[in-house]
């Protein structure tokens, strides 16, 4: 059987979606979070097949289920002089540790991307597809309430119209909302 992205997109969620509902019936705590955390990112990206830098920013919600396992909700947009573009919004497991004021971080992503490059007056190679990103990075704590992220790296790959596949290094602020 030839398996798309898209459908192991969604047999992975599925399967996530499954684990965590046996989970919840087992434990009532299991549903319930201890933290939320928002954050807000500038980025920049390099893409390959020499398309250029591409600049933009990022920003989510980090649902924390214990001290190391969180989901993590997230949205990218990328943009480059060069007359390319590049949106993602995914969601996913976050796995992670704090270290007195550092706290590393790893997390796998998926959901759904927008990628296309554009010759004026319209969009060539423009469409919506399945998308991927794996992320590590490291946070500092500022303040109870407030941590820098001091740097973050994603490597990600969208399956939409001219497909794009940015390496991406971001930094900004992630503060406690709850």
């Keep these: ?4 992205p898209l459908l192991r997109l969604f047999c992975a969620l ?4 499954s684990a965590l509902s ?8 299991a549903t319930r979070f201890s933290s939320v955390y928002g954050y807000a990112e500038a980025s920049g990206a390099e893409h390959e097949l020499n398309y250029g830098h591409a600049l933009g920013g990022s920003g989510g919600i980090i649902l924390q289920h ?5 989901l993590d909700l997230r949205g990218v947009v990328l943009t480059a002089r060069v007359p390319l573009h590049t949106f993602v919004g995914e969601a996913g497991p976050r796995v992670s540790y704090r270290f007195g ?16 490059y554009t010759v004026s007056p319209r969009p060539l190679l ?3 597809g399945a998308a991927w990103t794996v992320d590590f990075g490291t946070d500092l704590r500022v303040t109870p309430r407030l941590d820098w992220r001091v740097a ?3 490597r990600s ?5 001219s497909g794009a596949s940015p390496s991406i290094l971001s930094t900004g602020f992630v503060f406690r909302i709850f």
């Design 1 to 4: 059987m030839n398996c798309t």
């Design 14 to 17: 599925f399967l996530l979606l």
């Design 22 to 29: 046996v989970q919840a019936q087992i434990s009532p705590a």
């Design 66 to 70: 214990s001290p190391w396992f969180a």
């Design 101 to 116: 004021p550092v706290h590393p971080y790893a997390e796998a992503l998926g959901g759904l991307g927008h990628s296309g």
């Design 126 to 128: 423009a469409g919506f």
């Design 152 to 154: 973050e790296y994603s």
């Design 157 to 161: 790959h969208i399956y939409a119209g």
